[in-house]
């Protein structure tokens, strides 16, 4: 799920609606690692293993843009693993970022 950035929150508030409903059991999630964001903390705290990107990602040009204007995203970016293992988070994205699982004893 890539939501758009600015509205990042709603959909991982009806993504967690709709794991409670039982509708979604797995999901990856592409977004703004904003680490003091309400939506990230109710991911972590749902346990929820997030891969924090390394570097900077970089877009593609639009739909009759020129080649030469791709972007890069003015933040870090992360993938958060809804439902999937940390150990299967690390094998499909260890190469591009570090996982990152919160502990509660």
């Known amino acids: 799920m890539n939501p758009p950035w600015d509205k990042a929150h709603l959909f991982v508030r009806r993504l967690l609606r709709e794991v409670d409903a039982g509708r979604v059991s797995h999901a990856v999630v592409l977004l703004p690692a904003r680490l003091g964001?309400?939506?990230?903390?109710a991911l972590t705290e749902r346990g929820y293993p997030r891969v924090e990107l390394t570097g900077r990602l970089r877009f593609e040009p639009g739909r009759g843009a020129a080649p030469t204007s791709r972007g890069e995203a003015p933040f870090s970016s992360m993938l958060v693993g809804v439902g999937i293992e940390a150990s299967v988070m690390y094998d499909g994205f260890h190469d591009v970022g570090v996982v990152v699982q919160a502990f509660h004893p």
Do not use: G, K, P
């Open 37 to 41: 964001a309400d939506y990230v903390a």
